[in-house]
C-alpha cells in the first residue's frame, strides 16, 4: 500500500473510531500509537505518537519483555484478534481492562494497523477497595478474563472452588457484567434445601397442592425471568431432584407442584460447587447428562495460597467492609504472617480473622497479636486427626442406603469427637448440609 492510500485509509478509520462510545486506538506493528478515540484520551489523556506499552503501563519495553502478555505481539503470531487482561493507569488510578487487538490488512495482505479496544471491569478492582473483588495476580485475572468472556452470552457457567473462594461474588460480577444488572439474581442453595422443599422453592406450587398450601407460589425459577438463576452447591443436589433440574434445562418450561400446565423459562444459569463433578459422575452420584448440560462453561476460582500476592490487597479491603469508618492498617509483620498463611477457608477466613482482630485492636494498627487464634481452635500446626480404621465387611442383611447414611452418621459423631465443622470436612460435605442432615436424623429419633 502506498504513502498516500496508507493516509487515506488511517483517516477513514479514525473517524469511524471517534464515533464510538469504548476507548479505541490505533497502532502500528512498532507499537506506536497513531491515533485515539475521545474515550481514550478522556481515560489515558494525549496519548498520540507514544508507544502504547508506555502509555497503558509505563514501560519502555513491550509487554512481553515486563513480564505480561503482549496483545500485538500474540496477533503478529497468529493472524488472528488476540484478547488479554491487563491492568492499566488511567485518570482514575490503575484499574483492570479487558483488551482486545484487530489486525486489519492492505490489499496486499499486510498487516499494517492494528485496532486496540478497551473495555474496563467495574465489578473488579486491582485496588483495595470494599465493594468490589480485588486482585492483580496472574491467577485472579485469568479467573476474571473467563468470567469476561463468559458474561455477554447466556450459556451455562460452571464455577468451581473451594469454600470461601468467592462463587457467589464472581456470579454477581458475570450477571451484573452481562447486562443483566437491572434483572433479578436469584441464589439457591441446593444444600440447605431438603428435597421436599427443595422442588416447591424452585418451582413454586398451586393452592391446594398439599397441607398448607393456602395459595399459589411463585417459584424461584419464575422469580428469575429474564435474569440468572445462580444454583450454589449444586453437587449437593440429590439424584431425585437431578433429573427435575435435567429436564427443567432441557425443555425449557416447568410446572408447578401440583400443577398441570407448563410454564416457559427465560433465565440465565450459573452453577457453582466446591466437588469434583467429574469424579461424582465417575462414581455414579451425580448424573453425567446433567453434568455436560451444567459445564459449558466451567471457571476454576484459585484458593487463596495460589494468589498470595493477593493477600495484602484482600486484607486492606476487608478491613473497610468490617471496620467502615476506622482507618485500621497491618503492620508489616502482621502483612507478612498473613501472606505465610495456606488459608483452607480461604476468602471468608481471612474476613473473619481481620473481623476478629479489628475488635481486639483499639488503635488504627493491627500487629500480629491481634491475628493470633482464639484459644481452643485448630491451627495448621496442629496434628490432624487419625486417619479411619479400614472398613470392616458388613455382617448385616441389606438395607435402604438411607438407612445406612443415617447409622454410619450416627457412628461418625459418636466416635470421632470432632466438632461440626472439622466433621463436615472429614465427611466431605458442608456444615449446612451436616446440620440439615444431623437435623432430620434428630427427628427419627424415638425420645
Known sequence: MSPLAAEASLDTISRMLDELDEPRIVITEQFEI??????YQALYGQVVGQRCHAASHGYQRPCNEEGESCPLQMTLNSGQPERVLHIHRTAHGEEHVDVELMPLADISGHRHLFIEKMQHLPQASSQPVPDKMVGRSPAFRSMLLLAQRAAPSHAAVLLIGESGTGKEGLA???HNSGGDAKRPFIAVDCASLTETLLESELFGYEKGAFTGAQQRK??????ADGGTLFLDEIGDLPLSQQVKLLRLLESGSFRRVGG???IPANFRLIAATHRDLAHM?????????LYYRLAVFPIRLPPLRERREDIPLLAAALLERVAPGRQLQLDSAARQWLVEQTFPGNIRELRNLLERASLLSDGEQISREHLSAPSGLQSDNMPLPAAPAPMQ????DLLPLAEVQARYLQWAVSHSQLGRKELAARLQV???????????LEKKTPT
Open 218 to 223: 411463585q417459584g424461584l425459577v419464575e422469580a
Open 260 to 262: 398441570i400446565h407448563s
Open 34 to 39: 497513531l491515533h485515539a478515540n475521545p474515550a
Open 281 to 289: 459422575v465417575a462414581a455414579g452420584s451425580f448424573r453425567a447428562d
Open 393 to 396: 465387611p458388613f455382617q448385616c
Open 430 to 440: 458442608t456444615e449446612r448440609t451436616l446440620y440439615r442432615q444431623l437435623a432430620a
Open 172 to 174: 454477581r460480577a458475570i
